[in-house]
């Protein structure tokens, strides 16, 4: 299983990139890690005339925090985030989810800009991303624009990029301190893509639910927020049968796809559990609980 | 027209130059342009593990990276485990505990492996169990390599520095 | 008829058999070594890619290579149609098989999602696969018959036309009176199941590099698959060489677990392709190649089973009545009935046995070996009935077993379908396994937990592992079989050195994994009283081989064991006369001992193996007249126990005489919203006879565990109704990882055999054998409250979740 001839590009600026893009038209595909290119390559699903290295911008690998956000540069490795202190401390809630993505020698060369561009539905990443309100920067011929997670994911495998853009950052803000956050997920076996998965974020002042986020991933064509939810739950006392409440309501209106790792109703129902699960350790974390 | 671009890389603590196409895989560049068959190809989608090897450091699937992308670095193959014909520690736990049947996952399983107790020189047998699931085995059902993992954490721990078993590689 | 004689145990102490020594052949896999099939480059070597037809049936109405031909690199394209020209029909040992006839490359039509339809020969695989793109097919879709059901009815699209159905082979065999014990029974239990199919996929493919000199005209192939070395005139004749023109040399399998059993259709195309080219051409299947077009996925079955009880659990007959869906071809027949037929009632006094078997044909890819050969599953329905008795009768699924197993004076056990169970000790398994498993905290523990609202389980099940097969399971199943083959050799060629180095041949590809080097250096190093890592063990290729059937059902340590002891007595005889000569006594007056022949009773007159064989390769005029220079000898060892079935197939006479026998007990815990499992404790105990290497057998029982738990809840070729494969790579076909499988906590119970040497028996394919079984008895037993039972495997979470709902809506509860 060899992939088809292509032309690799090693850009060494953005500006290079967005231009060998853009030349690249149609043909061109950005690579990152190559943990999902490549094997579709390899299979001759994918067959792009041009690949654009990304990680040879040596100006796109950082991760960095400044004013509330955690910056995080189209060229930083999955495990590096996983290892930083500072992506820790400030969105536990990605870290964790990291843990979830494949095995470590995928995430060795895994970016996680890589993993919301190619916005796989059971992928770990863009759930975390909407959930906590990330912001994406694309650079293309228009220019540099900024594009919210919730503008982001279009449908399966597909994105608001237009062809010849780059992204190159994706920021995450930091919620505030005391956040209880979880992130988990039912898979076929540890690594696997995620049956369904649930990201929930809550923030307690007092008893009450002040602020919170939950979205799930392996339930739709896209990464879900469950708005509807979160609604139930916002200025509520997060009890058991609240949590319930708001995991029905997060769930009802799915309408997975069926595959042969989930029926659509099983999806739906196992994302409900997991919701639940995910709420009540967000919780137990906001106040004081387990970490 | 064949898209090709020159590469410079060091493996296991030697370096090359090649010509190489953009689309060769990693594993093919090591097998057949370097003759070293110890990376194994078992699925060419990322899944399997056999083709294991480690970039600067880090254990990598060789089957889903271009060899255009190892441009620069620096790759340890089992080849370059035993140090001037003594075995590693971990083949020699390895062997001990009849940790491999067919073989054919062992060199992935003893990078993989030498990354673990690089990072972790004291792991317990979950976080052993845990970091090996990158890598599928088909024979052992993984217990003995568990345990030969555990046994060659002992080993390294007990040897002394200065016997070096850092293989060339990770010196270069 | 020829029947074995039991063989005497040795008196004297083993040195080696019995050692979990350091494996001899280990090093050169550790340093990355190997030397496995697609490590072999060879000049001018060509790089083949073959192109799979994405239907599941159609008529292939042209193949147009125009465009491939031309591609920079391409050396040659050939087509179905062409290889219909180059080869004749693959070998098949299937019924009918000038009605059903098996290419290497479809002509007419495609049978199966897969199925290859020209294979392009390039000089790298990359451009190999890029000429693949461009080769134009032009299908006509036919309907495809996936549902072995569906495929029975007369209206059904026909697989293969000149059968004129799809039903390749239908029998009802009975043996005992199963009449009168249905009649006599207190009670019948009944019941449906489902076993889909999965396959061995080791982490390995079957590939081959095949080379031709058309000035010898031969024809050398280096294949991973080398076994039933006597059959091999087949694959010349397909090859269109002559036998004694054909090599097939061995290369260490990475795994196999059944698939690289006779695994021929890949050292077909890369042979055919080398004759073509006169060049040497290397094919090694992908990923996807091995999931679709392997010929080995497992048995795909559906059973209607009916089990007759006495009130006091007594077991007196079985039904079984058995659909069995081959795919597109049949190529071993019903062979996997013929693993089931052999240990059809179990551990059990079961009395009679009544066997309907249905093997049907489907636009699938066939059936060909997987672990256990179709015994495994004959093993999970069995144990499926025997908790469905104790169930309903209010047993205890322990006292039930007690009550019917055979017992250890009973041996040798001659069971209804007349094979026999040599020896066994079954209650003895039982018991260590429970002692293991601390089966009496489990209980209490369970009873604790399950008033926590949690779902905890216990299984425990008895099965048995069959090993050694013969060669007659192939054609029983015809009054009238074409041939009636009764030859299952294994061979091995021992010759020593003149400085008394011993070098052991094997004829087949006996590596898969399973230690072979590391037992036969045990064996030999028993006899000889040598190291075994001094032992240099080397495989021969077929041309200049002797018959070798390879590993496969558990067979290849206990046949390399009466091989490798009757070229050893071999050679000993012809030392022992050297020596007599040499030392001047009557060579009956010399002892073996030490190594060496000594003359009894004045041990220091003495000569090594060493000085023996340097008089014997260099001294002639000195030896005995009819003494040859040289110390070589050879053993072809045939299967050791084998008897003829009954003309009228009521008794099938001794096939699979060596049965081991295993106890599995696994804990676990069922999560009831996602039916995932997690597991408390595993526990497997099992009995194989003398252990050569226990930590070895150790090794491939945990193994076949986890290869059993990918069975029994993980693994499975799944096609959609249009016959599509879903399962086209490693993230939908599911092998588990270390996070899957437990930790196994495995005991020994060694039974000898009274027919082997050393009383060995087969355990290789044992723990695959158990678990599904087992895993399935801990599911029913974790929702016993629900009154959930395990009736299809695999076992998935969404099938556990969707039976806990079924069983809630039946009891009215959600």
């Known amino acids: 299983m060899k992939p088809p001839p292509f032309v690799y590009h090693a850009p060494s600026t953005i500006a290079e990139a967005t231009a060998l893009l853009h030349e690249a038209g149609e043909e061109g595909r950005v690579l990152a890690g190559g943990q999902s290119l490549i094997p579709l390559m390899n299979f001759r699903l994918a067959r792009p005339g041009h690949l654009v290295d990304v990680t040879t911008v040596r100006a796109l690998d950082y991760i960095r925090a400044d004013d509330g956000q955690l910056r995080i540069g189209a060229a930083a490795r999955q495990s590096a985030v996983e290892r930083d202190q500072t992506a820790a401390a400030r969105t536990p809630l990605l870290v964790e989810a990291l843990h979830l993505v494949g095995h470590e020698p995928i995430r060795h060369r895994g970016t996680v800009v890589g993993s919301l561009a190619h916005a796989d539905p059971s992928a770990e990443i863009p759930a975390v991303a909407l959930a906590m309100g990330a912001e994406l920067t694309a650079v293309g011929p228009r220019g540099e624009r900024r594009i919210p997670a919730s503008d982001f994911f279009t449908g399966p495998f597909s994105t608001a990029l237009e062809t010849g853009e780059l992204l190159t950052e994706v920021s995450f803000p930091t919620w505030p301190p005391g956040t209880g956050h979880a992130f988990l997920e039912f898979a076929r076996r540890h690594g696997d893509f995620a049956v369904a998965g649930a990201a929930a974020l809550v923030h307690l002042e007092g008893e009450v639910v002040d602020r919170v986020a939950i979205a799930l991933c392996g339930v739709a064509g896209t990464p879900v927020r469950a708005t509807e939810a979160e609604s139930r739950l916002l200025g509520e006392r997060p009890t058991p049968a609240a949590i319930e409440a708001a995991a029905e309501a997060a769930t009802s209106d799915l309408a997975p796809a069926s595959d042969i790792h989930g029926s659509s109703a099983y999806r739906r129902q196992v994302a409900r559990t997991y919701v639940r699960r995910a709420l009540t350790l967000a919780v137990e974390r906001a106040r004081g609980g387990s970490r | 027209m064949m898209d090709r671009h020159r590469i410079a890389l060091t493996v296991n603590g030697r370096p090359y130059e090649a010509e190489v196409e953009s689309r060769r895989l990693l594993v093919d560049f090591l097998r057949e342009d370097l003759g070293l068959k110890g990376a194994h190809i078992g699925c060419e989608h990322g899944v399997c593990g ?123 | ?627 040859e220079t040289g110390l070589e000898a050879s053993k072809v060892y045939d299967h050791p126990y084998t008897t003829m079935p009954s003309d009228d197939r009521t008794n099938l006479g001794v096939f699979y005489p060596f049965v081991g026998n295993a106890c599995h007990v696994p804990v676990i815990e069922v999560d009831p919203e996602t039916g995932a499992i997690s597991y408390l404790r595993y526990v497997a105990v099992h009995d194989a006879g003398t252990m050569v290497n226990p930590r070895g057998l150790e090794g491939q029982i945990i193994g076949g565990t986890a290869h059993g738990i990918g069975t029994a809840l993980f693994e499975e070729y799944v096609y959609d109704h249009d016959g599509q494969l879903l399962t086209t790579s490693y993230m939908d076909y599911l092998i588990p990882s270390a996070m899957e499988v437990p930790e196994v906590i495995v005991g020994h119970q060694e039974t000898p055999s009274p027919f082997t040497v050393h009383g060995i028996k087969g355990g290789g394919e044992g723990g695959r054998m158990m678990t599904p079984a087992a895993l399935s008895a801990a599911i029913d037993d974790a929702l016993a409250p629900l009154g959930v039972r395990c009736t299809e495997l695999p076992a998935t979470p969404e099938r556990i979740r969707r039976w806990i709902e079924e069983a809630r809506a039946r009891a009215g509860t959600r």
């Not at chain 2, 996952?105 to 052993?128: S, W």
């Not at chain 3, 004689?5 to 050169?28: A, H, M, N």
């Not at chain 3, 489902?194 to 280096?222: F, K």
């Open chain 2, 50 to 172: 056999t083709c294991t090897v480690l970039m600067d450091g880090e254990s990598i699937r060789s089957c889903i990276t271009l060899a255009v992308q190892a441009n620069g670095s620096s790759i340890l193959t089992v080849e370059g485990l035993a140090t001037d014909g003594r075995l590693h520690p971990l083949q020699e736990a390895f062997w001990d505990n009849q940790a491999l049947q067919c073989g054919y996952c062992t060199p992935g399983m003893l990078l993989r492996a030498y990354e673990l107790l690089r990072e972790q020189p004291r792991p317990t047998a979950a976080q052993v169990r845990e970091a090996i699931a990158s890598n599928l085995c088909r024979c052992t059902g993984y217990q003995f390599i568990v345990e030969a993992v555990l046994d060659a954490a002992t080993r390294l721990e007990a040897a002394a520095p200065s016997q070096g078993h850092e293989p060339a590689a990770s010196r270069a």
């Open chain 3, 1 to 627: 008829m020829p029947v074995t004689q039991t063989v005497p145990t040795p008196e004297r102490e083993l040195k080696w058999v019995g050692k979990s020594i350091r494996r001899v052949e280990d090093p050169k896999f550790l340093t990355g070594r190997g030397g496995y099939v697609d490590d072999i480059v060879l000049p001018g070597m060509l790089h083949a890619a073959v192109l799979r037809s994405p239907h599941a049936h159609a008529r292939i109405r042209r193949v147009d290579t125009e465009a491939a031909r031309r591609l920079p690199g391409v050396v040659a394209v050939v087509t179905g149609a062409e290889a219909a020209e180059l080869c004749n029909p693959m070998p098949d040992f299937g019924p009918a098989p000038d009605k059903h006839v098996w290419r290497c490359l479809a002509v007419d039509k495609v049978r199966h999602v897969g199925e290859g339809v020209a294979v392009v020969v390039a000089e790298s695989r990359y451009l190999a696969e890029d000429a693949r793109d461009l080769i134009e097919v032009d299908y006509e879709p036919l309907p495809a018959v996936v549902d072995p059901m569906a495929a029975m009815d007369p209206s059904a699209p026909l697989v293969h036309e000149a059968l004129g159905s799809n039903v390749a082979y239908q029998r009802t065999f009975v043996f005992g009176d199963v009449e009168r014990d249905f009649a006599e029974a207190d009670l019948v239990v009944r019941d449906h199941l489902r076993w889909r199919r999965s396959g061995g996929q080791p982490l390995e493919t079957v590939g081959a590099v095949a080379d031709y000199d058309p000035a010898t005209g031969m024809l050398t192939i280096h294949c991973n698959s080398l076994t039933f070395t006597h059959f091999l005139f087949m694959l010349a004749g397909t090859l269109k060489v002559p036998a004694n023109r054909l090599d097939i040399r061995p290369t260490p399998a990475g795994g196999s677990f059944g698939s690289k059993f006779w695994a021929v259709k890949v050292a077909a195309i890369a042979g055919m392709l080398a004759k073509k080219l006169g060049r040497p051409v290397k094919l090694i299947e992908d990923r996807v190649d091995n999931l679709s077009n392997c010929d080995h996925h497992g048995s795909d079955r559906i059973y209607d089973l009916e089990l007759a009880v006495m009130k006091d659990g007594t077991l007196r007959g079985i039904k079984f009545d058995v659909v069995d869906d081959y795919g597109a071809y049949i190529q071993f027949g019903t062979g996997t009935h013929g693993n089931s037929l052999a240990q059809c009632v179990g551990p059990y006094r079961i009395g009679s046995v009544q066997y309907a078997v249905r093997a049907v044909l489907t636009n699938k890819c066939q059936q060909g070996a997987h672990r256990g050969f179709g015994s495994e599953v004959t093993n999970w329905a069995i144990e499926r009935m025997v908790d469905l008795a104790a169930r309903e009768l209010g047993m205890d699924p322990v006292e039930i077993r007690r009550r019917n197993f055979i017992r250890p004076d009973q041996f040798p056990y001659f069971i209804p379908s007349g094979n026999v169970y040599d020896s066994g000790n079954y209650e003895g398994v039982m018991n260590t396994a429970l002692q293991l498993a601390d089966y009496d905290h489990w209980r209490r523990e369970q009873e604790r937990l399950r008033r926590e609202g949690r779902y905890i389980g216990i299984g425990v099940i008895s099965c048995q592992e069959r090993s050694v097969f013969s060669a007659t399971e192939f054609w029983f199943w015809f009054d009238e079989p074409a041939a009636k083959v009764t030859s299952a050799p294994e061979s091995v060629t021992l010759s020593v050195d003149p400085t008394g180095g011993i070098t052991a041949t094997l004829y087949s590809n006996a590596f898969w994994g399973n230690s072979s080097d590391t037992v036969v250096a045990q064996l030999v190093a028993e006899e000889f009283d040598v190291d075994p890592h001094s032992v240099n063990v080397v495989y021969s290729g077929s041309n200049r081989g002797l018959p070798a059937t390879g590993p496969g059902g558990s067979r290849f340590t206990v046949m390399v064991a009466g091989a490798i002891n009757g070229a050893a007595t071999r050679i000993k005889e012809k030392a022992r006369k050297v020596a007599g000569h040499v030392l001047e006594v009557d060579p009956e007056d010399l002892e073996w001992a030490g190594g060496g022949f000594r003359v009894k009773g004045a041990p220091e007159r003495r000569l090594s193996l060493a000085e023996i064989a340097l008089q014997t390769y260099l001294f002639k005029h000195s030896l005995p007249d009819e003494i």
